[in-house]
């Protein structure tokens, strides 16, 4: 049989029911639908964490104090671990591919300008920080590069802690103090916004060795590390715990790059994706079951038919196909509804509540009409296997 | 032309076996006018099934055009059906949603032939069973006869050697039914082998040779 009439007998068999055809073909749609909207969402989530998570760079490597391990017995003099100062971070400076390192102590602090006063997240940082967190500065400037040990006592504002304070004024040049000390104002940074509910423009920076000094520890938080686009992490990493580890004795530090996280984060996140697709997938599920039903009726209500083109010289196979092809161009259509509803669903979302990440990756539409088409096939099996094995006489005799 | 040689066919019916045919010798000569004739149940339907290669044997040797198609696979079963052998039933058995030139259209379809090369045999089909003004009529616009016409204009698209019909006037008024019988058997005499399975001695008595069956048995076969 030739493809083209193997194809207008299938259209001519689907056209015939065209209601019981329509809502079969619903059942589909609805499932791809379903996917679609619900894969698109869940990749919107997906784009949307990721992006806040990669706001500060992707080439990060953040090195915090003390090492997660498991020892047999006590450590006694060994198991003290070493603080990570300014120095470590200074030696740090000189690493080939390594554009930006950063000290960072964090803490909490009563911040006082004339007769405003408000308690609010102190960061000491050092010079690079804009660079390697990829901030910018409003206005004036950020912590110049002093003597790393005795800074002058300069601060930055955030840019809500600049209206919070200083309302309507300007703040540049004016006194603050922090925690009790005095510093005097140098610049005031770009709104950030805030990242998983932490503002981040809530925040005064001031010089590390100072944030030391106020917080009244000797270690810092954490050392950032932003390297090259063109080295090679596992190169920079290499380099990083050479100098540590000659600078503490022994690997006291704990690194982590912005990379691994990013991975384990993404792998979450496509949990995420899936299991909402999975979801989309029973509604999909119910639809083959209504391509069943409906082929299986179809089957039965031509075994005449059946045996008339058997008759004719029809063979096994061609019978075989012709009620495949029937399942699968139903499910195939539907699909396609599917696509068009589904996307023309997430494209209204998207317009009409701008906030909620909508996000429809052309890889999902493609495989959802896929799945559609081979969700076809499989429900058309059995009834179609049936078609093909039914004896000729008996079927024309059940006319 | 066909040559039938001992040949039993046997049901499995619960725990009996029924002998539908039971050594069953024929030999029908190309061009002949055979009607089979007998009681319900005597086997004449089935011998009719085996002749158009429907139906398998269990035991005994069927050739057809000199060649042996006892044991054709079933797709060359379906072959043989399609080049050799034209059906015409009872029931007419069209297919409701297709037009009477796609009805006939069908032989060819599954055969392969394109588009091109089908057109003119269907028309002229339709033409030979004055069909050519209903060509674009579904099934149930047409009457019986109409009907029982374009399902032999189907049956002989092909230009089989053998038409093969089970009660072709068994749904139709008595006029429609002559009609049916002067189609088919100006075919006949145009050299197509007609075998007609009848219940109606009429019908019957008008073929060259008269096989009548009981039992699964043929109890005579007179030529007239």
């Known amino acids: 049989m030739l493809l083209r009439d193997f194809a207008r007998l299938t259209g001519a068999s689907l056209v015939a029911h065209r209601l019981r055809s329509f809502l079969t073909m619903l059942g589909i749609a609805v ?207 290499a380099a990083i715990k050479n100098v540590l ?64 083109i058997r008759a004719l010289g029809a063979r096994r196979g061609q019978v075989l196909g012709l009620f495949l092809a029937e399942a699968t161009v139903l499910a195939a259509i539907g699909g396609l509804c599917g696509l068009a509803l589904g996307v023309g669903l997430a494209t209204l979302l998207e317009v009409a509540v701008p906030a909620l990440p909508v996000h429809t990756p052309w890889i999902y539409v493609g495989l959802a009409e896929g799945l559609a088409a081979c969700i076809g096939l499989l429900a058309g099996v059995l009834p179609a296997r049936r078609a093909a094995g039914l004896n000729p006489v008996e079927a024309l005799r059940a006319e | 032309m066909i040559d039938l040689q001992h040949i039993h066919r046997d049901f499995q019916v619960g725990d009996q076996i029924v002998h539908a045919l039971d050594d069953v010798t024929l030999s029908v000569k190309a061009g002949d006018y055979v009607s089979t004739m007998g009681p319900s149940g005597s086997g004449k339907s089935t011998l009719l099934n085996l002749i158009g290669l429907l139906d398998r044997a269990t035991r005994g040797r069927y050739r057809l055009n000199d060649e042996d198609v006892t044991t054709l696979s079933d797709a060359e079963q379906a072959e043989t059906r399609n080049r050799r052998i034209g059906f015409v039933f009872q029931a007419f058995h069209l297919v409701p949603r297709l037009t009477a030139r796609e009805n006939v259209e069908l032989p060819l379809i599954l055969a392969g032939l394109p588009p091109e090369q089908r057109q003119g045999r269907v028309a002229a089909s339709l033409e030979a069973l004055q069909l050519s003004d209903r060509a674009h009529h579904k099934p149930d616009q047409l009457s019986g006869g109409q009907r029982q016409r374009v399902a032999i ?45 009848t219940h109606d001695p009429e019908l019957g008595e008008r073929a060259r040779r008269r096989v009548l069956m009981r039992d699964g048995r043929i109890e005579s076969d007179m030529v007239r």
């Open chain 1, 31 to 237: 499932g791809i639908t379903a996917v679609v909207l619900l894969t698109s969402i869940g990749e919107g989530v997906h784009r949307f964490v990721l992006d806040e998570f990669t706001q500060f760079g992707t080439n990060l490597i953040a090195i915090n104090p003390g090492r997660v391990t498991t020892h047999g017995g006590s450590m006694g003099v060994f198991g003290t671990e070493r603080p990570l100062t300014i120095a470590d971070a200074e030696a740090l400076k000189r690493l080939p591919g390594v554009l930006g390192v950063v000290p960072v102590v964090q803490g909490n602090a009563e911040v006082d300008a004339g007769n405003r006063s408000r308690r609010a997240t102190v960061y000491g940082a050092g010079a690079q920080w804009p660079q390697t967190f990829n901030m910018q500065v409003r206005s004036g400037r950020f912590l110049p590069q002093d003597d790393p040990t005795a800074p002058r006592a300069l601060a930055v504002l955030g840019s809500r802690m600049r209206t919070e304070l200083f309302a309507g004024r300007n703040p540049l040049g004016q006194r603050i103090s922090v925690g009790g000390s005095r510093y005097r104002v140098i610049g005031v940074m770009e709104s950030k916004g805030t990242v998983l509910g932490f503002d981040l423009d809530d925040t005064v920076y001031i010089p590390a060795a100072r944030g030391l000094e106020l917080f009244n520890r000797d270690s810092l938080f954490e050392i950032d590390v932003l390297y090259d686009d063109d080295a090679v992490l596992e190169k920079v990493v």
């Open chain 1, 245 to 308: 580890t000659a600078r503490h004795g022994r690997e006291d530090y704990t690194l982590t790059t912005q990379q691994q996280m990013l991975d384990v984060l993404g792998s979450v996140l496509n949990v995420l994706t899936f299991a909402v697709a999975a979801i989309g997938g029973i509604s999909l599920l119910v639809g083959a079951i209504g391509i069943a039903t409906i082929m299986t009726i179809a089957v039965n209500e031509r075994v005449g038919e059946i045996g008339l």
């Open chain 2, 153 to 197: 204009a189907r049956a002989t698209v092909t230009e089989p050697a053998v038409l093969l019909a089970d009660e072709p006037t068994g749904n139709l008024d008595q006029k429609s039914g002559r009609d049916v019988i002067d189609v088919l058997e100006s075919l006949n005499a145009r050299g197509i082998t007609l075998i007609v399975v």
